[in-house]
Nanobody, 122 residues
């Protein structure tokens, strides 16, 4: 059974940090991507990593503040979020793709985690 399990969400004040984890099981994927969805808004691309090369990609809104990384041994992807802002408040989702390509549209992904809430207060 294919599973993506996220953890690490929570509530922090502006300027704080959180680290999200996404543990995969059941099959291997070539690309892992973090999306987020705020209330009343569409799901948006945050960051992605190609598993084989470790190449990373970021949305402009998080570049320089967020870092995506991987743990090969545990097949886990992390999203380190620093200098958090209230506008980062959202449910964060991990998604995975079997192709070694980065898609910024959530419609391209078939495999999703359950989501984890991140709340940043001012």
């Amino acid at each position: 059974q294919v599973q993506l399990v996220e953890s690490g969400g929570g509530s922090v004040q502006a300027g704080g940090s959180l680290r999200l984890s996404c543990a995969a099981s059941g099959r291997t994927f070539s690309t892992y991507t973090w999306f987020r969805q705020a209330p009343g808004k569409e799901r948006e691309f945050v960051a992605a990593i190609r598993w084989s090369s470790g190449t990373t990609y970021y949305a402009d809104s998080v570049k320089g503040r967020f870092t995506i990384s991987r743990d090969n041994a545990n097949i886990t992807v992390y999203l380190q979020m620093n200098s958090l802002k209230p506008e980062d408040t959202a449910v964060y989702y991990c998604a995975a793709h079997i192709r070694n390509l980065v898609f910024t549209s959530p419609r391209q992904y078939d495999y999703w985690g359950q989501g984890t809430q991140v709340t940043v207060s001012s």
